[in-house]
């Protein structure tokens, strides 16, 4: 039967949120790591790119860690380098909260054509600010928020990473690169509580989430 790796990037500084290393902080009493790799505990593999300088925490059997690279996208190539799924999961350390039933939905989806990704519909007016000052809006129903997991033929994607360093493309995801290498990407809906913790104020709103999340 088909084999799962779930490639983990966690290697990010957490700038913005200005906590130190994102993927070690806690919500509801765990870390945002802690809550990936529980939700994970089912899959064959999980592979974790860690901050250089980070000590890897205590995880179960199924985990190994590595080192990460400068960016997002050479922590997941990292990643990739020795994984072996026939299907791989890429998923941010930074969405502590994932769906199951989204889950399900991408593994149909790339079953059938091997590259599937969750989206959620844009709820605010997007525009496109011009020095400053208000710009053209854009049409917001032709617009989708991409999340993570992204699931791939673990194959295709070590193709469109391939791709990816040889035209020196960098991308905020997999599924960019896929698409640059010709190949159609499938989209399943998400799920909005699959947000990425990103500034301060998302750390309130996890918490929230956090007391009622069914383990
Ligand atoms: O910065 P951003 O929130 O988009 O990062 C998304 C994910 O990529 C995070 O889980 C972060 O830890 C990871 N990342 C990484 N290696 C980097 C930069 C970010 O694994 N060099």
Do not use: C
């Given at each position: 039967?088909?084999t ?17 290393p ?72 930074a ?22 990704v ?5 709820p ?18 032709r617009?989708?928020?991409v ?69």
């Amino acid at each position: 039967s088909t084999t799962v790796s779930v490639l983990v990037p966690a290697a990010g500084q957490g700038t913005r949120l200005g906590r130190g290393p994102k993927a070690f902080v806690r919500v509801g009493g765990r870390t945002l790591l802690e809550w990936v790799l529980e939700a994970f505990a089912w899959a064959d593999e999980v592979r974790v790119a860690l901050p250089p300088e980070a000590e890897p925490p205590a995880a179960p059997a199924n985990v190994r860690f590595l080192e990460g690279g400068e960016e997002r996208q050479e922590s997941v190539a990292r990643l990739l380098q020795g994984a072996r799924g026939d299907v791989v999961l890429v998923h941010d350390a930074a969405r502590p909260f994932v769906v199951p039933a989204v889950v399900d939905r991408l593994l149909q989806a790339v079953a059938a054509g091997g590259a599937a990704v969750p989206v959620v519909p844009v709820p605010d007016t997007l525009i496109e600010p011009e020095e400053g000052r208000y710009g053209p809006a854009l049409d917001r129903g032709r617009y989708a928020l991409v999340q993570t997991p992204q699931a791939f033929f673990r194959e295709l994607l070590a193709e469109a990473h391939q791709l990816a360093r040889a035209r020196g493309l960098l991308a905020t995801d997999e599924a960019q690169l896929v698409r640059a290498l010709g190949y159609p990407v499938e989209l399943v809906p998400g799920d909005r509580r699959m947000f990425k913790v990103t500034f301060p104020e998302d750390l309130a709103l996890a918490e929230a989430l956090a007391r009622t999340w069914d383990r």
